[in-house]
């Protein structure tokens, strides 16, 4: 004998149940799984959570503008050039006896070697980092082109309102899930449109173009 509440098992003879007073039953009736369309919905909403989840993974892999690693490359060549050169030339001066040091004959040579070596591999970094300035500036006008062409194709054919009514976004929805379901669609169509694009690059064009079609949000 087995009490429905209590799922506690009593021996025969016993009708009601010591702890809670319920009347006992022969066998406790089987707990049917959820039905069909039970499953189905937790599992769509698995599939949804995680999706989102991914979405905020992947915005957080920032994307670096060519602009600005242009600007970094050409302040590093620069500066060390010019601290490399400078270097090499005062201890030019130094040996020269232009700038006396009172430093004993060993202690200079071994100054001259060490701080020599440091300068020279300044002036080596600065000048292969100059070198690459070109290579960059072709993928800075490569990705200004492609940025404009993606911006002009994305809002050829959308704008904010057509948007939220593709992925039927109601006024209720909370902020967040808004912005799920825009990004997703933005960055699908930007796939589909431009297949050769990187994902870093299709993600930073998502973020920026859902800023221009939604500023307060």
Known sequence: MWCPKCKAEYRDGITECAECGSPLVNALPVELDSSPAEQKA??????????????L??????????????????????????VGAAGIILMLLMFTGIIPLRFAAYMKSIMGVVMG?????????GIRSYMQLGSLKLQLKKETEELEAAKTWFFDHFDAAAIDASME?????????????????????????????TDAFLDYLTEQFYEELYPQD
């Open 42 to 55: 937790k599992i769509l909403g698995q599939i949804d959570s995680h999706e989102n989840l991914q979405a």
């Open 57 to 82: 993974s992947d915005g957080t892999k920032a994307y670096v503008e060519m602009g600005t690693k242009y600007e970094d490359m050409k302040s590093t060549a620069y500066s060390f050039i010019l």
């Open 117 to 125: 070596i440091l300068f020279l591999i300044f002036l080596v970094i």
């Open 169 to 197: 976004i109601t006024s209720t929805e909370e902020l967040q899930q808004k912005y799920f379901k825009r990004s997703r669609f933005m960055k699908q169509s930007l796939v589909r449109q431009f297949p050769a694009y």
